[in-house]
């Protein structure tokens, strides 16, 4: 029958695209719906574009540490020429990503996905049947409600800002804050970031998020801390944001970065019984929903691991193995390292504190590593490691790394701790040199 699939996904971000393509190579017969842009937030309103303009501020911070090393002057970043940069890649991703999965024969269906019970959903007024669905939805981003708040933008917005707003602020102290803030002072503009507690980024090491705090003062950001915006108001596209300590703001943009929310309304989900609070949909160890032929993956679902693309494309990928192949196990997520792509990067994978009570069983060993060749050789003003090793077996167990070869760092640690790697292994191992990875043996 033509609208009669093995399998249903409804979200075409980077874990709904892991499962479609690996349940078709198991030989089902599957189809995507999507309501947006095909490829979903990573590829066109997340992690890709955000890279592109990313990777053109480290290219200017290197440049920037070696002035009067070789280097004359701190080159500017014209946002305009960037933007077109950006734009060349992302505008391609829609079209790329709905073909290839045409041409895999995964069909393709456009527009919002609505239950009209556990078999059916409806696209566009047309019925559209399967065993089984996964809801890979994904989020979107949250505005506070405040008088004003039609004035505030998100990050979706800041990602395609055809010129550089002089003045803004951005409301919120993690992830997004921190590396669209960056991103806007290193490109020109006078950035402001404004929190509600005194504690960003929570999660990372909060010694290094003093460090990276102060990174990005030297970088002309502003910070207020215990403070919040509580009205806006708006002139000639010029606002003005109230402070709760009493205080205005005159700005160009206001960014809203205060946490995304699960996308799970108005798709019958209610009616069918499945579950779901203010952080998701609620999944079994197998991304079973409360209803048994309805799978979850993603972004979407509430859970205890980070919300990241690879983790997306993890559960895609176990959901794939599930539902195509028959395994039944459960998922089993191995360590997961995350990263903060601010200036210098902040990275980190397993156990990153040792409390009171633990310090007999593991080794906590804080390194300065700016004074080697590898930090050295680049000016870098700031190469720091934290290694948590487990006393009785010598395993590494986890790491934070703050330096702008982070992301190369811990991305070695993941397989060493993932892959239970001796150190005493890593000496039969001839790295190339100089680079991070013949780094890794002098860390513990
Ligand atoms: C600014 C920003 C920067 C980021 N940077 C990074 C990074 O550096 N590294 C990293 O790992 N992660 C990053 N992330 C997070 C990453 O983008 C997400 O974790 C990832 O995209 C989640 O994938 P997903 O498949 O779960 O959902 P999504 O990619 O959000 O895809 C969900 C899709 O479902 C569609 N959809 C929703 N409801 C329906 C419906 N009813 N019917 C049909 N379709 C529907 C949506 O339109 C969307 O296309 C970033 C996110 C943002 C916002
Ligand atoms: N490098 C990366 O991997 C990367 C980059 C960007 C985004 N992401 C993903 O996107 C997610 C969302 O990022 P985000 O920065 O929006 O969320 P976040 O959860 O990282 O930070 C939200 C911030 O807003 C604050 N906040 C929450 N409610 C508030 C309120 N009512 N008033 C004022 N402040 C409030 C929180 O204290 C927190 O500091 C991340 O958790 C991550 O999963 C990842």
Redesign the pocket.
Known sequence: MKNQFDVIIIGSGPGGMAAAYDLKTAGKKVAVVESDKWGGTCPNRGCDPKKILYHAIEVQENMDQLIGHGYQEKPAIRWEDLMAFKEKFTSAVPKEQRDGLRDFEIQTIEGRAVFSDAHTVIVEEEKYTADSFILATGQRSAI?DIPGKEYMKTSTEFLSMPHLPKKMVF???????F?LANIAASCGSEVHII??NDQ?L?GFDSKQVDDVIQHMKENGIIFHFNE?VIEISEEEEQYTAKLQSGGEMAVDKIIC????IPNVEDMGLDQLGVAYDKKGIKVDEYLRTTVANIYGLGDCLAKSQ???TPVSSFEGSYLGKLLGKGTTEKIAYPEIP????ASPKLAQVGKITVEEHEKDAYEIKEVDMSSWFTYKQRNEPVAKATIISDKESGLLVGASVLSNEADQLINLMTVMINEKIPAERLANQIMLYPTVASDISYLY
């Open positions: 506070l409301i919120g102290g993690g992830y997004i804050t590396e929190h509600h960003p929570k919040s970065a205060t946490g995304r980070p919300k990241l995350t990263i903060l792509f």
